[in-house]
């Protein structure tokens, strides 16, 4: 049966159809209701986007906040170290004293250095015991990395990151996510596997095949094969399925050792760590500056939404490119969907996870930065159209709208609350508990629709409402009048009149929240690259880049109010939508025959 026969699939391409519908319409065949429906969207949104600045300068202040806990932390260990190897050079050096001094000296020299190296050393340790030291690893935790015709150097820098963490070789699993579409996979795959299976407690790599019955090419399907396949290799290497915690990444996320800290310190405070997902902000400054500025505006407001929805309340919202989950909890809810509605793996899973345990997943933010690659190609026009192609691929995400409906307003049936399933082929326990809230349900609903239909309306009316309207009801010249002034409501009614007043007012109003956006955003950018990530003054953001600003408008338009309209409308079609994967350049230091270095750029195939 065509998935049409469902009410909730009409919602995506309706609400942009209308909205475009009842920009000339409505100021035509009903203005009052017309100005009524404006006033009450134009509202609404400004309440809305006032209400994600709160929340993406608190999750701001929280970011900076755990950096700062972290580089304190490091300091002191730093110091504690030098400590002891002053101690053991002062020890040394009293050791020599003693052997050329009078005894009665010797030991009023000895007491007089053990008081102040005690003194010393027990104000370091007092200092080091405030802080919120971590604890070592007790999860496995096991990366899955997607890939595609990925260019090795960009994927050896990934992997090369967390290699490079205190723990990797004892508590890090890798699962190379292969297609076998890709040529020579398996030599790719195995190249890799020789250069860092000795550098992680577990390397594997996974080849997910085509044409697969039911299966829709894309993330969605490469994880969800990845993951299956990796979790069984790891419990027949004697792994234990409570201590794995599956991290979905990107083969471009920088993923630094604090994340998987941040993530251990926020599962051994749960209540039950098997019920959270844990989601990061991500960030944009690998090669930021090597991409147009309509480019880089996209991804500095993508970022700041992203990390705006991790301060909601209640511990409802959606993670974005990378995030953690256990092993049990994947398993539970039967890994990830692999048909073409969950092209957006990410919110999909939360959504899936959300649903089938009856509401009791929760997102639990990890306020660390992953540090991502901007979509880069060569050409300045090849590049707006490489971020085109993947804002039309993010935006087919909309197929969670109509999810989202139908599970929140079908009754579930399930076991009674408390009951204990006991699934002996997985050696899972699971708890069922009653059905999900009416009052996440419909935060939930509203989540979703916000994250999809405000891109596919605002656009078009933020832009042209008011001015289309103006023009309709006022025109220029007489001969143009299409509305009788004896039946436009703002001529006749001092109250619709006040009504369009405000209107306009707040369309003036409209822009000043994404202004304090890009200011909370621009200060910490400059934080995160100077406290987390290390980067000099000079290659990070600068006064300069604020004209990148200037360019809003058109990218707003085209990444987000022209992909996400074309995505919903497309939902009236049944043909599945091409999974096109966005080319990256990477710069790769390569060592020549006469032994110099120089740097190769490599790119992914689209």
């Not at 000339?24 to 509202?43: K, Q």
């Not at 929280?62 to 020890?91: P, S, Y």
């Not at 200037?550 to 079609?573: G, N």
Request: proline share 5%; aromatic share 10%.
């Amino acid at each position: 049966m065509s998935r049409l026969y469902s009410p909730s699939e009409w919602v995506a391409p309706l609400v942009p159809l209308l909205s475009l519908l009842i920009l000339p319409l409505g100021p035509l065949l009903f203005p009052r209701s017309y100005l009524f429906l404006l006033f009450t969207y134009f509202t609404v949104f400004l309440y809305t986007q006032v209400n994600h600045v709160c929340k993406f300068y608190m999750t701001s202040c929280k970011i900076r906040a755990t950096i700062a806990k972290w580089n304190q932390r490091i300091r002191a260990t730093v110091v504690d170290q030098q400590l002891e190897e002053h101690l053991q050079i002062q020890q040394q050096t009293c050791a020599t004293s003693r052997q050329n001094s009078p005894s009665i000296t010797r030991e009023r020299n000895s007491n007089n250095n053990s008081n102040n190296d005690t003194d010393d050393r027990i104000q370091i340790l007092d200092e080091i015991e405030q802080l919120q030291f971590y604890d070592d690893p007790a999860y496995i935790h096991t990366f899955i990395i997607p890939n595609y015709c990925e260019p090795d150097g960009l994927l050896k820098d990934t992997i090369e990151r967390m290699a490079n963490h205190r723990n990797a070789k004892s508590h890090y699993a890798i699962i190379m996510a292969m297609e076998q579409s890709e040529s020579e996979w398996e030599a790719k795959g195995q190249r890799f596997a020789s250069i860092f299976t000795d550098r992680f407690a577990h390397f594997i790599v996974t080849g997910h095949p085509q044409n697969i019955p039911g299966e829709s090419r894309g993330k969605g399907s490469n994880v969800s094969y990845g993951a299956r396949h990796g979790c069984a290799e790891l419990l027949r290497r004697g792994v234990d399925r409570r201590q794995v915690i599956l991290t979905v990444t990107d083969s471009d996320s920088a993923i630094p050792e604090l994340y998987v800290r941040e993530v251990e310190d926020r599962l051994h405070r749960a209540d039950d760590p098997h019920y959270l997902l844990l989601a990061p902000p991500i960030f944009f400054s690998r090669n930021c500056y090597q991409v147009p500025a309509a480019v880089r505006v996209t991804d500095i407001t993508w970022s700041a939404m992203v990390m705006s929805n991790l301060s909601n309340s209640g511990g409802l919202s959606f993670p974005c490119s990378t995030y953690s989950l256990s092993m049990m909890l994947a398993e539970r809810v039967g890994y990830w969907d692999t048909d073409a509605d969950a092209v957006g793996e990410d919110m999909h899973m939360w959504l899936k996870c959300f649903f089938k345990t009856n509401g009791q997943v929760r997102t639990a933010p990890i306020y660390v930065p992953i540090n991502l690659t901007n979509v880069q190609t060569e050409g300045y026009l090849s590049n707006v159209s490489a971020r085109y192609v993947q804002a039309k691929r993010h935006y087919n995400g909309v197929a969670d709208v109509a999810y989202t409906l139908k599970n929140a307003f079908t009754r579930r049936r399930g076991a009674p609350k408390g009951s204990l399933l006991d699934d002996a082929s997985s050696g899972l326990a699971m708890v069922a508990s009653s059905s999900v809230s009416w009052m996440d349900k419909m935060t939930v609903c509203f989540l979703i629709l916000e994250a999809h239909m405000i891109p596919a309306t605002s656009g078009w009316l933020m832009f042209a409402a008011v001015p289309l309207m103006q023009f309709l009801l006022f025109p220029p010249l007489s001969a143009l009048a299409l509305v009788d002034p004896s039946q436009n409501p703002i001529l006749t009614s001092d109250f619709y009149a006040q009504l369009w007043n405000m209107v306009k007012i707040i369309t003036v109003l409209l822009p000043f929240p994404l202004f304090g956006t890009l200011a909370v955003y621009e200060q910490l950018h400059r934080s995160i690259d100077r406290d987390f990530l290390l980067k000099p003054k000079s290659e990070s953001r600068q006064w300069k880049h604020l004209l990148d600003y200037a360019t809003l408008p058109v990218a707003a338009w085209l990444f987000m109010t022209l992909p996400s309209t074309l995505a919903c409308v497309k939902r009236l079609s049944l043909a599945e939508q091409q999974y096109i994967v966005s080319e990256k350049l990477f710069q790769d230091s390569v060592m020549d025959k006469d032994g110099d270095r120089y740097e190769m750029t490599t790119k992914s195939a689209t």
